[in-house]
């Protein structure tokens, strides 16, 4: 949703109500993405405040940190807005670091984009309208491809460098680093062993830094490191035996077979280490699909030094193409009530058509949003039984819920992200039944550019466990989270959820040590999260337990007969009130919570003709408490509102995030759109 000034009667979105690193010298600052969220940065969207003829389209931003990076998933750009790629200053949202200061340094990012437009390090950064920046955009409708080396001063760019030859790849790993010391300024992108861009800062000053986004509706960084200039930088170098550059993958430096540190290889082929103590290491790389291959010996001088290696990188074996192409028989149910649960393998296939893989189902059924179920039955040769495999390689436009035998195996909500879910080998039978559940929200629909393979995994970490209550009664439908920052495959995370026997299980992990949480939720008590933290090899299992209550609670929404009334202010004045219970619902109309995943931009505010902008948004919903509760506090909680919200139980305010002003004035407007909320009904 983008819109900006929200009031609600009750509360919002798919929600519920429920009963009662350490640095060395040289470091000047590190992200950390793990222990730590988004207050470690301040968040700037695009303005007046940096520049009078400053707006914003699109917004505001929404920055979060999750899975151990720092993501931004709205398509926020400023106005003006020309084709020029020279001409536009590509404005858009900063996320900047809080409490740092340094005017020489080594700045360095690793990312990785889903969109084209334009990203960005900003460095050396006073106020919103004075800082350096290096800035890169693919998109050819916005002016790209252009790289540029800026000094904004007073809220105007001045370019001291640009070309058009080199720009960020997408949905790849990438590096981007800046060297500032005195008036020297050198960029890299692309080709790490020597600068992109050069520039002259004639009046340096010290700042912080940060990333600068425009459009850039999906990203996620990894890594945000400064350094002090005199850091050492080691650059390795992967070719295959064809010398192709071996990109996209986590190269390792280990020392008495433990991981010390590791980097993504750019397309280049280039990995960049920062800040890595002098010494021999070895030097390797790997991952869930990728044939394990011999470590290297690398040597890391003082100062910037770089090698050369070639390792003989082969994927793991292809058991089977699930392309409509290659044989594979896909059905679908198009449309399918969201209510509809087909995973089970016996479930009946009555109703569904054939359908081809890849393919867009709009040919089908082009109505929005849109749910469906696919299906497919897979045999599996002997030798794989048992054994575990990835689904790997194929998208879903928009959203998916994937399940093997009836097992949950995985979910992702980006269209044009390529999916990769292991298949426990304790699932894999000879006979199979694939299900997904998919939403199309707008667009193409269904597995639309490339088919699932059925991938070999190597040996990897299976994490298992149980959430029961203090009697050994099991609590379901728990979400418990994996990670570990460093292992031979670089940084893995994994999330799953407990099943009706409260069980769950995660596999294809790295060796390494993982912190596993049980999530915070106000569905139990205690309701703040839990973890353990334990080490795994490859091929071993870890167990885990926790024990935790659960407490009476009823999703707020239309698929449990609750529905939502929504009513859009049409002048922006934002002056009505409708929080009382007797306000009238005469302008109100039926809103489903859940379609669209809670965004009603396409079902409200299109199908009703209301521009998508600044606007009062007033959601009412008739809440029954239900027989047998006890007559204690209740929480409503578990959603979030892009981007400010106030709550009213019974005409009473019960909670509010962000600031929210009264009329069409933002003056004072602050947006909270990824805090999710919990406010306390007495």
């Not at 858009?92 to 005017?103: I, L, P, R």
């Not at 939403?439 to 699932?452: F, N, Q």
């Amino acid at each position: 949703m983008r819109c900006r000034y929200v009031c609600l009667a009750v509360a919002v979105a798919a929600l519920a109500l429920g009963a009662g690193t350490a640095v060395t010298a040289t470091v000047l600052w590190q992200s950390d993405f793990v222990n730590k969220g988004i207050e470690q940065f301040n968040i700037y969207d695009v303005g007046p405040q940096i520049n009078p003829e400053f707006t914003q389209s699109s917004g505001p931003s929404a920055w979060v940190v999750k899975n151990g990076a720092l993501d931004q998933s709205s398509n926020i750009y400023g106005n003006p807005d020309p084709t020029n790629g020279e001409e536009n200053p590509y404005t858009g949202t900063q996320a900047v670091v809080k409490g740092f200061s340094a005017q020489d340094g080594i700045f360095y990012t690793q990312f990785q984009t889903r969109d084209d437009d334009a990203i960005g390090l900003v460095f050396r950064y006073q106020d919103q309208k004075n800082f350096m920046r290096i800035i890169s955009i693919r998109d050819p409708g916005n002016g790209g491809p252009v790289t540029r080396l800026e000094k904004w001063t007073d809220g105007v760019f001045r370019t001291l460098d640009l070309t058009t030859d080199t720009v960020y790849q997408q949905n790849v790993r990438e590096t981007m680093l800046v060297v500032a010391k005195g008036g020297q300024v050198e960029a890299y992108l692309g080709d790490l062993s020597q600068p992109l861009l050069k520039g002259t800062d004639p009046d340096p000053k010290p700042g912080s830094f940060g990333i600068a986004l425009y459009a850039m509706s999906g990203v996620g960084i990894s890594t945000l490191t400064a350094l002090t200039p005199e850091s050492n930088l080691y650059l390795a170098k992967l070719s295959d035996k064809s010398g192709a550059p071996i990109a996209g993958l986590w190269v390792s430096l280990s020392q008495n077979g433990k991981p010390v540190t590791g980097a993504y290889s750019n397309p280049s082929g280039q990995a960049m280490f920062v800040d890595v103590p002098a010494g021999v290491y070895d030097i390797g790389t790997g991952g869930l699909t990728i044939e394990p291959v011999p470590a290297q010996k690398a040597t890391v001088k003082a100062g910037v030094a770089s090698e050369t290696f070639t390792f003989d990188v082969k994927p793991t074996a292809t058991i089977a193409d699930l392309s409509t192409g290659a044989g594979a028989a896909w059905k679908l149910k198009l449309p399918a009530d969201p209510l509809e649960d087909l995973r089970d393998p016996t479930a009946s296939e009555a109703g569904f058509i054939d359908y081809d893989v890849p393919s867009d189902w709009d040919a089908i059924d082009s109505s929005h949003p849109i749910y469906g179920w696919l299906r497919l039955h897979v045999s599996i040769p002997a030798a794989y039984v048992g054994k575990d495999l990835v689904l790997s390689g194929w998208n879903f436009d928009d959203e998916d819920w994937t399940y093997w035998n009836g097992t949950f195996v995985g979910h992702d909500a980006v269209w044009n992200e390529a999916r990769s879910y292991v298949v426990p080998g304790a699932l894999v039978k000879a006979s199979n039944v694939l299900a997904i559940k998919g939403l199309d929200t707008g667009g193409a629909g269904g597995i639309t550019t490339s088919a699932p393979a059925l991938v070999v995994a190597n040996p990897s970490v299976t994490i298992v466990g149980s959430v029961t209550d203090p009697s050994g009664k099991p609590v379901p439908d728990v979400t418990v989270d994996a990670f570990s920052p460093i292992t031979p495959w670089g940084p893995q995370s994994a999330t799953a959820v407990t099943g009706p026997d409260g069980s769950f299980q995660m596999a294809g992990l790295g060796a390494g040590t993982y912190t596993i949480t049980r999530a915070a939720s106000g569905d139990l008590l205690p309701s703040a999260a839990q973890s353990v933290t334990k080490e795994g090899a490859a091929g071993q299992t870890i167990n885990v337990t926790f024990t935790a209550t659960a407490v009476p609670s009823v999703a707020l929404t239309k698929e449990n007969g609750y529905q939502w009334l929504i009513y859009i202010s049409p002048d922006l004045q934002g002056n009505e009130s409708f929080a009382a219970p007797n306000a009238s619902e005469a302008n109100f109309i039926p809103w489903n919570v859940t379609a669209a995943s809670g965004n009603f931009t396409t079902d409200i505010l299109d199908a009703n003709g209301i521009p998508n902008g600044n606007m009062h948004v007033w959601l009412r919903l008739h809440v029954t408490i239900p027989k047998g509760w006890p007559h204690s506090d209740l929480h409503v909680y578990g959603f979030n509102f892009n981007a400010s919200d106030e709550t009213f139980f019974n005409g009473t305010s019960v909670g509010k995030t962000g600031v929210n002003p009264p009329g069409p004035d933002p003056t004072g407007f602050t947006r909270d759109a990824d805090t999710i909320r919990d406010y306390t009904v007495p």
